[in-house]
């Protein structure tokens, strides 16, 4: 049985796996054909094995799933039979989880964990571009629009840029079918048909914008600047992931920001899919830096792992508001009291984090739309007697990337899997009349532009004063659409909060 290092002494139930099959009579009471027995169980992919032991070493909701029991098999060839049941890897991982698509939403299997690794450091294959999908009314046509393109990207390059529209990819109408196909497959270069909006009506404009994916590490920092708002000098950070290579530019970005005098922040996690909880637990150190050692999350893991740790390392289930990076570099605090935070269902997990986490401590103003309601971390399990890459089996490069705790803040809040729910809804009239929430696709702004919807919405709170870009937002006609989704969930490590393992003390 494979273990994870730090459980050399939790005992698990699978010394079932060593046993040969017995029998209940000596052997000097069996015949001949009594002594004839059917031929072991052949494992037909060792994937599979792979698999199961590892969501039943650690899956979060492993008591919940009857097929991972620690008691499940009798022997060997019954666990065989069971695996081989399952054609692929992917369909026994789908099978084992807990509610597949209404609890468990984000655990995942991959194929090749060289790109899952690469996309830990903030690599991978792509033109720079951020975009959103929506339905058109009655059909299966789909289009999509420009959130925002990523600095020194392939698109960054190109005439395109936020609040743009596009309906064809090659020449082909995007529809509900091919999207995926289209614009996340296999290949490399594809040429967008560019569209415009007029009196709620997208129509193409022949003009065509080629872009070509590569190898590209986007830096999470998209925007850092300052903005004067009725004298009031507020810092405005729009982060786009939480990734551990780029925790020391962030803190330079928030020491500049300090530098300059900010006495609010704006934080922008409208896109951030979340990442790395260390990288999260330190900007909320950033943004405060007057509680550290302070409980900022506690883990709940499934019940084996929760009570090892609650008997022999409490303190492990605990993380606090640090005061240095995984480096051992100092981190530079803003010490502010209030931060505003910008959301829509693209902000998720460890984004969530942040706002979950900060609110027992300081005011917490949210501004959107509900977030979309992840409060789960995951560990990369890699196909070793310890789960870990070294020594991985190299006859394959599967890894699984389970569910493994769900977090709390201080105040014991979790499970809040319809989203957080904003302070300040943004919302915008369509042209049937309704009233519906978001980002009006025909009223984006530039992003970090004072007159921006949303950051309008956060410096008039700031100031105390009603902005002409509100009355304007207010004011313009958006489409009435059915989002379909959005680059991140294309992304290898889709919307996650992903943690290491730490030795107990």
């Known amino acids: 049985m494979k273990k994870l290092k730090i459980?050399?002494?939790?005992?698990?139930?699978?010394?079932?796996?060593?046993?040969?099959?017995?029998?209940?009579?000596?052997?000097?009471?069996?015949?001949?054909?009594?002594?004839?027995?059917?031929?072991?169980?052949?494992?037909?992919?060792?994937?599979?094995?792979?698999?199961?032991?590892?969501?039943?070493?650690?899956?979060?909701?492993?008591?919940?799933?009857?097929?991972?029991?620690?008691?499940?098999?009798?022997?060997?060839?019954?666990?065989?039979?069971?695996?081989?049941?399952?054609?692929?890897?992917?369909?026994?991982?789908?099978?084992?989880?807990?509610?597949?698509?209404?609890?468990?939403?984000?655990?995942?299997?991959?194929?090749?964990?060289?790109?899952?690794?690469?996309?830990?450091?903030?690599?991978?294959?792509?033109?720079?571009?951020?975009?959103?999908?929506?339905?058109?009314?009655?059909?299966?046509?789909?289009?999509?629009?420009?959130?925002?393109?990523?600095?020194?990207?392939?698109?960054?390059?190109?005439?395109?840029?936020?609040?743009?529209?596009?309906?064809?990819?090659?020449?082909?109408?995007?529809?509900?079918?091919?999207?995926?196909?289209?614009?996340?497959?296999?290949?490399?270069?594809?040429?967008?048909?560019?569209?415009?909006?007029?009196?709620?009506?997208?129509?193409?404009?022949?003009?065509?914008?080629?872009?070509?994916?590569?190898?590209?590490?986007?830096?999470?920092?998209?925007?850092?600047?300052?903005?004067?708002?009725?004298?009031?000098?507020?810092?405005?950070?729009?982060?786009?992931?939480?990734?551990?290579?780029?925790?020391?530019?962030?803190?330079?970005?928030?020491?500049?920001?300090?530098?300059?005098g900010i006495t609010e922040l704006v934080l922008d996690l409208r896109y951030n899919p979340g990442g790395r909880v260390s990288s999260a637990l330190a900007l909320c150190s950033m943004i405060t830096g007057q509680f550290h050692d302070d409980v900022l999350i506690k883990e709940q893991w499934n019940s084996k792992y929760q009570n090892y740790f609650e008997q022999e390392d409490p303190e492990f289930l605990i993380n606090r508001f640090p005061n240095v990076l995984l480096d051992g570099t100092s981190i530079s605090s803003l010490n502010l009291s209030k931060v505003y935070i910008l959301t829509t269902n693209g902000t998720a997990s460890a984004s969530e984090l942040i706002i979950n986490g900060l609110d027992p401590y300081i005011d917490v103003v949210q501004i959107g739309t509900n977030t979309t309601g992840k409060y789960t971390a995951s560990v990369t399990l890699y196909d070793s007697e310890d789960f870990g890459q070294t020594n991985a089996n190299p006859n394959h490069t599967y890894a699984l990337q389970p569910l493994v705790y769900k977090s709390t803040n201080a105040n014991g809040v979790s499970d809040y899997s319809n989203g957080l729910v904003p302070d300040y809804l943004m919302t915008y009239q369509t042209s049937n009349g309704s009233t519906t929430e978001g980002e009006n696709l025909v009223n984006m702004g530039a992003l970090g532009d004072e007159n921006e919807p949303f950051l309008a919405t956060a410096l008039s709170l700031i100031s105390g004063t009603t902005t002409k870009a509100n009355q304007t937002n207010k004011a313009i006609i958006g489409l009435e659409v059915e989002h379909i989704a959005e680059s991140n969930d294309f992304k290898p490590l889709k919307k996650g909060m992903f943690t290491t393992f730490k030795q107990p003390n």
């Open 7 to 260: 459980f050399t002494s939790l005992t698990l139930l699978f010394c079932l796996f060593n046993l040969t099959l017995s029998c209940s009579k000596s052997d000097d009471d069996i015949t001949p054909d009594e002594k004839e027995t059917d031929e072991p169980i052949v494992l037909n992919n060792e994937v599979n094995d792979f698999v199961w032991l590892g969501l039943n070493e650690i899956y979060l909701w492993q008591d919940e799933v009857p097929n991972l029991a620690d008691d499940k098999f009798s022997n060997t060839d019954d666990y065989f039979k069971f695996l081989n049941t399952y054609d692929t890897p992917e369909s026994l991982f789908d099978d084992l989880l807990y509610q597949r698509g209404d609890v468990d939403k984000f655990s995942f299997i991959v194929d090749d964990y060289r790109t899952l690794n690469n996309a830990f450091q903030g690599i991978s294959k792509s033109n720079g571009l951020d975009i959103g999908l929506v339905r058109i009314s009655n059909t299966n046509d789909i289009f999509g629009y420009v959130s925002y393109v990523a600095n020194n990207s392939d698109a960054a390059t190109k005439d395109i840029k936020r609040g743009d529209f596009f309906m064809f990819v090659d020449n082909e109408q995007l529809t509900v079918d091919n999207y995926g196909e289209l614009l996340f497959g296999t290949n490399d270069s594809y040429t967008l048909g560019m569209a415009t909006i007029t009196n709620t009506t997208i129509e193409p404009n022949g003009k065509n914008v080629t872009l070509t994916k590569t190898e590209f590490t986007e830096t999470p920092i998209h925007i850092s600047k300052v903005i004067e708002a009725q004298g009031i000098k507020v810092g405005y950070l729009m982060y786009n992931s939480f990734i551990a290579n780029f925790d020391n530019e962030l803190n330079t970005t928030i020491a500049d920001l300090k530098a300059q």
